[in-house]
């Protein structure tokens, strides 16, 4: 038979062809639940009995928590190799656990042959187990005998020597409640225990003591009470101690320096107090001390006030004196200017150091006559007022830049008397308008012009009403006055225009129709 020589690339193809194709390379994968040597998805041959038992004590310590550097874990391993001895660290708590959910149904598996270990010396000593109902959780402590010894609680619940379970009430927080329990097992002195509590601050200490009150852990409450009474609170804080030693009256001894922070061992009349710091705020210096002291105090008396007041009413006699010193000193600064005035010269005018002096006493009488009128008791202030001769007669001579300052006290009374805030007997109003309306007419541009806190059109409208509280006669004489001031004066004079009308129709109009 004839050969037939291949070509070279037909040779090549049928080499290439019966190649075997080579199998896809598989990803790498690491899976952190199935043993290293099932990773790639061979099953592993079974290992002897000795090599399973290094496998499962490797993965019991891996199991284990992780205990950060400088810190004692709450959990302590019984298997552990340090469990036999007990170090200075384990007078601590030595165990803090949740309580355990109810165990979930066991899947069948073979039961695995357990390994062998090597004999643990089990603990001899009694336990004590604490369990916060309210929050589920169990403090275990080893150390019995001394907590026994330093809360009276424990003692009357565990009556024998060894260990026992106790029930804490309350909503107690676990690591309050450790601490409290840790001051128990401490060998501190007060000023160690001191120092423990600044670490966590006044709401802490609070909430220490709160637990100590429970289980009448008597060195803690002492402890708490003493950093308690060193340090400042707040006002949320301030009501807290006090719901606490209300509700624990016993330790009333103990709390003694801290109840003198919150209450008065001799309580006494905040009345009292209050005519005091008015006293001394119309003696001062300070312009602007002055106000603030004034602002502050009238806060105090102010029937909003957010301060609890154990007596409201003021002593309505020693409110007056101070207005009788008031204005003494105001009627003494006129009349020693008065004396310095040539006989020549028609017009007081005073110098800067007594105009400050007049000022101040003038800002002086308004307070306290604000505050009398707050208070319901300013009527007899009207009576003082107006029956001050000197200072009305005076009042024609002086300055118009000193004059209109007394003018500031009668638009007081006059804007009081119009609101119905002064309520006074008609003899007592037709003396104020005869005493002060005058002036009044003549000092309103000035007021206008300097006004210094003054409401112009609520002194325009207090005129006004309070004159219409007076006789129909006294009302025609006034408004006559004005009349003829307003004509003469302009702006420079109060606008009284609707309360003629109302003094017109009242007079004329409506009694002729009534007469018809």
């Known amino acids: ?17 019966r190649r075997k194709a080579a199998p896809p390379r598989q990803p790498w994968c690491c899976s952190f639940g199935l043993d290293p040597l099932t990773a790639a998805g061979r099953s592993p041959l079974p290992a002897p009995p000795r090599a399973r038992a290094k496998q499962q004590h490797a993965r019991a310590a891996l199991s284990r928590r992780i205990r950060s550097p400088g810190r004692v874990s ?64 169990v403090v275990e402590v080893d150390e019995v005998e001394k907590v026994r010894w330093e809360s009276k609680a424990v003692r009357k619940s565990l009556k024998g020597g060894r260990g026992g379970e106790v029930a804490v009430e309350g909503r107690v927080e676990v690591e309050v409640f450790r601490e409290a329990v840790e001051m128990m097992l401490a060998d501190e002195d007060e000023a160690a225990s001191m120092r423990r509590l600044a670490r966590g601050g006044v709401a802490r200490a609070i909430s220490v003591l709160e637990v100590s009150f429970s289980l009448m852990f008597d060195k803690g409450v002492n402890s ?136 101040k006493k003038v800002e002086d009488l308004n307070w306290l006559l604000q505050i009398l009128i707050d208070r319901q008791m300013g009527e007899d202030f009207v009576d003082l007022w107006a029956n001050e001769k000197t200072l009305s007669n005076m009042h024609e001579r002086l300055s118009p830049l000193i004059r209109c300052e007394l003018s500031r006290i009668s638009a007081m009374i006059f804007i009081a008397m119009g609101s119905g805030k002064l309520h006074c ?27 210094k806190g003054l409401n112009v059109t609520m002194l325009e409208e207090g005129i006004g009403q309070a004159l219409l509280t007076l006789t129909l006669k006294q009302q025609q004489v006034l408004f006559m006055e004005w009349f003829k001031a307003f004509s003469g004066q302009g702006r420079e004079c109060p606008n009284l225009m609707r309360a003629f009308q109302v003094w017109w129709r009242r007079s004329f109009v409506r009694s002729l129709g009534s007469n018809s």
């Not at 019984?78 to 036999?84: F, I, L, N, R």
């Not at 959910?101 to 643990?120: C, D, G, K, T």
């Open 425 to 451: 007997n008609g003899d007592k109003r037709f003396s104020i308008f005869q005493a002060w309306f005058r002036p009044m007419l003549v000092d309103f541009g000035w007021l206008k012009r300097y006004p």
């Open 74 to 137: 709450p959990i302590d391993d019984p298997s552990s190799s340090g469990g036999a001895a007990v170090s200075h660290a384990a007078a601590r708590l030595s165990s803090v656990s949740e309580c355990p959910p109810p165990p979930a149904p066991a899947q069948a598996r073979p039961p695995a042959p357990s390994p062998p270990l090597e004999p643990v010396t089990e603990r001899t000593r009694p336990t004590l187990r604490m369990r916060l109902m309210e929050r589920g959780v």
């Open 1 to 17: 038979m004839p050969t037939t020589s291949a070509s070279p690339a037909a040779a090549a193809h049928r080499r290439r062809s």
């Open 224 to 359: 708490c009470l003493k950093y308690l009474e060193a340090v400042p609170w707040d006002e949320p804080e301030e009501e807290r101690i006090k719901i606490l030693l209300s509700q624990h009256s016993s330790y009333e001894a103990a709390s003694r320096n801290l109840l003198a922070r919150l209450q008065p061992q001799k309580p006494t009349s905040s009345a009292e107090l209050v005519v005091e710091l008015i006293d001394s705020i119309t003696k001062g210096t300070n312009s602007n001390a002055r106000k603030d002291l004034r602002f502050l105090v009238t806060g105090i008396l102010s029937s909003t006030s957010v301060y609890v007041k154990g007596d409201k009413e003021l002593d309505k006699g020693s409110i007056y004196c101070i207005c009788h010193s008031c204005l003494k000193c105001l009627v003494e600064v006129f009349e020693e200017s008065s004396d310095l005035v040539h006989a020549d010269q028609t017009i007081i005018s005073v110098g800067k150091g007594p105009l400050e002096r007049i000022y």
